[in-house]
């Protein structure tokens, strides 16, 4: 499955970048799948997406949980928590 | 129900007066401008940078307004907010709205800003003589949103934290 990565704030500055096309491996069906599937990338991606991290995720520009499953050319997205206003 | 997400400044007067132009039936006009602070979390602020998410912000913020018209009877709503890199004194947010008595317009106005502080994809980073900083998310904002109680229309099935997430 293709999916587009889009990352913001300080985790895009953690990671060194902003967007990546990835192709998953079939067991990742879930944001949080593709969460555990980028953290084990290791270094910074253990970092920046490590399980006791404040994060907040979103799947085609809606705030989602780990559990909702993604698809085909869908936009995955993770950020820190919001602080605008 | 106007939102614009803009780097350029805003005239509040000008804002409102569109905003109430061919509207009689309004009696009520509530506004909250939010402003860069010379001074967070015990540093100075020499500039601070707002980052968003293009595409999901705007469609955060339609949510918002969106879910305060479901809850008062308002005539109209309007919300900017600015992006890039802003100057203490310089304004960041402008929530209007108009209802035909104050009650809904106070009430939505708060719900609006309250809503967005913790759900629409803004971040802010300050620059302070101790070098750039991101801004984390306060505790106190959650609580406020809180007050609101459960948000049935939210965009997306789990806006809130996931269980067992620390809180910021």
Partial sequence: ???????????????GTAEENLVLPAHVRTVGDVR???????????????EGRALRMA????????GTAISEGCEVAFFPPVTGG | MPIRI???????????????ASQPQVGAVVVFVGTVRDMNEGASVATMELEHYPGMTEKALQAIVGQARARWELVDALVIHRVGLLQPLEQIVLVAVTSKHRGEAFAACEFIMDYLKTQAPFW??????????????RVADDEALAKWGP????????AAPAPGEPQP
Avoid: Y
């Fill in chain 1, 59 to 66: 799947c085609n520009h809606q705030m989602t949980g780990a």
């Fill in chain 1, 1 to 15: 499955m293709h999916i587009q990565l889009r990352f913001f704030a300080s985790v895009r500055e953690a990671l």
């Fill in chain 2, 124 to 137: 802010k980073k300050e620059q302070t003589p101790q070098g750039a900083r991101w801004v984390d998310a």
């Fill in chain 2, 6 to 20: 803009q780097t350029e400044d805003f005239d509040l007067g000008a804002e409102v007066a569109r905003l109430r």
């Fill in chain 2, 151 to 158: 948000l049935a229309a939210l965009p997306g099935p789990a």
């Fill in chain 1, 36 to 50: 555990d599937f980028l953290r084990q990338r290791g270094g910074v991606w253990a970092e920046a997406l490590a």
